[in-house]
């Protein structure tokens, strides 16, 4: 198995960890990015604690010239970035009519344009190299819309058009790009939702529970693999049953 090096953005979230985690165990190279330092180093020894070893940079995903510097700085530590899971996001979750300029933009920015802002400086290495993963981590709700999720539905929707765009641009060049789209994992953001909200949610899903984070890790670490250069453009659900268009 070849060790690969690996940029997992927004993985001291729930589902970015468990990624940095599958990614590590596959024989990785990992970094992330931060925004809050004292949180990061936190995280970062509570994982060397559990045995895992991960780069932090510093960045903004949201912020063009921040997002180049990040990636400069992980190829600094690590080497070339050969895997990039796209998996930085915030919700910002209001009915549309009540929607502000700002919970629009700021969710845009950071899920949508992130993918312009990271994968840019990350593409011309891959496309030398011949050798690249691209991992977009969208959401069930990009797929089929949420009530209160205009901003985030459509900056999810917009992940994937990126993904079968530059799955198309980059094919022969060795590098496969794909979208996974979680439904509703035990994470922060979900225990965000109200609960009583959140229960009517779990109670449409067909598994009949919600997701668990390594549950999404775990397809990331199948399309990434290099037995898996055949799968590019695809859109992965991975969501209890929740969702099962195609
Ligand atoms: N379908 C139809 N009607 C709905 C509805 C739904 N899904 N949800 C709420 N409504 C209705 C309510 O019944 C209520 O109707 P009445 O006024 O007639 O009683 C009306 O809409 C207002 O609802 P709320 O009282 O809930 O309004 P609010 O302003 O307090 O909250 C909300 C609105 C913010 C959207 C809240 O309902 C909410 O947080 N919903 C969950 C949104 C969600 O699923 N977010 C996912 C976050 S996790 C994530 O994003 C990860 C991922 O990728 C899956």
Redesign the pocket.
């Known amino acids: 198995m070849t060790s690969r090096v690996a940029l997992v953005t927004g993985g001291i979230g729930g589902i970015g960890t468990a990624i940095c985690r599958q990614l590590a165990r596959s024989g990785h190279k990992v970094a992330t990015n931060y925004r809050d330092e004292a949180k990061a180093k936190a995280w970062q020894a509570a994982q060397k604690a559990d045995g895992f070893d991960f780069a932090i940079v510093h960045g903004d995903v949201s912020d063009t010239a921040g997002a180049e510097a990040m990636v400069k700085a992980a190829e600094a530590q690590l080497g070339g970035i050969e895997i990039l899971i796209n998996n930085a996001g915030i919700?910002r979750?209001?009915?549309f009519h009540k929607m502000s300029a700002l919970q629009w933009q700021d969710v845009i920015n950071t899920n949508l344009n992130s993918c312009f802002n990271v994968t840019r400086p990350v593409i011309e290495g891959m496309r030398e190299r011949k050798w690249g993963r691209i991992v977009q981590i969208s959401?069930?709700?990009g797929q089929k819309g949420?009530?209160?999720?205009a901003n985030?539905a459509a900056s999810k929707a917009g992940m994937h058009g990126f993904t079968i765009s530059l799955a198309q641009e980059n094919a022969k060049f060795g590098i496969t790009v794909n979208t996974v789209s979680?439904?509703?994992v035990l994470t922060e953001?979900?225990r965000a939702?109200?609960e009583d909200?959140r229960a009517k949610?779990a109670a449409q899903i067909p598994v009949g529970r919600l997701g668990d984070p390594d549950e999404i890790a775990y397809a990331v670490g199948f399309l990434i693999d290099e037995r898996a250069a055949w799968i590019t453009g695809a859109n992965l659900s991975i969501n209890g049953g929740h969702y099962m268009g195609w």
């Open positions: 919700t979750d209001t009915t959401s069930i709700n949420q009530y209160g999720q985030y979680p439904g509703y953001m979900v939702v109200p909200v949610i």
